[in-house]
């Protein structure tokens, strides 16, 4: 089983400042993806990056995803305070064989 | 317009069942892979399960192995989650997402690189006697 840690657990930032945020499987698979996805409170998560660099429809490129193999990056290049919230990676099979989420990393105004 | 709409929760006692729906609108719904992704109250994401395009392939996680099934019907532009023996941690929003499929030539098979691209609003299930 793979599993996906976050870190930090919680990040606090001011609007403007640039957010990293680390994704690390306990393993690298091959023919697999990572994707992340933002929520906000009472809402559904969206997608805002899929096999690990490629953008979601309508999503800024201030956005931008990285890595390989085990670890993985989300960057926020310049915060906007509607970016504050929270963020997942999904590791996902290309053959719908296995899904699994990271614990999440909040993203808070400091 | 496209979107994803859950119906189907409620309060359910503990060892009961009860089936979520799943209705589409406003794109192919018989080309996309569907999931159930749920999240507990105050914690995160926990993917549930997953069906083919065509419903010929299905995976749960292995907390609702044996216990769920999941189908879908395609002139209906429906999915469904089966949910029996209900435990008290199945409590959750439960989210039904899509995720596009593209054929790969080398491989000669659909592949699913897009992630879950579009999600519902979620439907709440209370597990309690």
């Known amino acids: 089983e793979i599993v996906l840690t976050q870190s930090p657990g919680t990040l606090s930032l001011s609007p403007g400042e640039r957010a990293t945020l680390s994704c690390r499987a306990s393993?690298?698979?091959?023919?697999?993806?990572l994707a992340w996805y933002q929520q906000k409170p009472g809402q559904a998560p969206r997608l805002l990056i899929f096999?690990?660099?490629s953008r979601a429809t309508g999503i800024p490129d201030r956005f931008s995803g990285s890595g390989s193999g085990t670890d993985f990056t989300l960057t926020i290049s310049r915060l906007q305070p509607e970016d504050f919230a929270v963020y997942y990676c999904?590791?996902?099979?290309?053959?719908?064989?296995?899904?699994?989420f990271g614990q999440g990393t909040k993203l808070e105004i400091k | 317009q496209v979107y994803l709409v859950e119906s189907g929760g409620g309060v359910v006692q503990p060892g009961r069942s009860l089936t979520l729906s799943c209705s589409a609108s406003?794109?192919?719904?018989?080309?996309?892979?569907m999931h159930w992704v749920r999240q507990a109250p105050g914690k995160g994401l926990e993917w549930v399960a997953v069906?083919?395009?065509?419903?010929?392939?299905?995976y749960f996680a292995d907390s609702v192995k044996g216990r769920f099934t999941i189908s879908r019907d395609n002139p209906q532009n429906t999915l469904h989650l089966h949910m029996n023996r209900l435990r008290s941690e199945d409590a959750a929003i439960y989210y039904c997402?899509?995720?596009?499929?593209?054929?790969?030539?080398?491989?000669?098979?659909?592949?699913?690189?897009?992630?879950?691209?579009?999600w519902g609003h979620g439907t709440t299930v209370t597990v309690s006697s």
């Open positions: 999904q590791q996902y099979g290309n053959s719908l064989t296995w899904n699994t």
């Open positions: 997402a899509r995720s596009q499929r593209r054929y790969d030539i080398l491989s000669v098979s659909y592949e699913y690189p897009y992630g879950l691209d579009l």
């Open positions: 069906i083919s395009y065509d419903g010929n392939n299905k």
């Open positions: 096999a690990t660099s």
């Open positions: 406003g794109f192919t719904f018989s080309a996309s892979a």
């Open positions: 393993q690298s698979v091959s023919s697999s993806y």
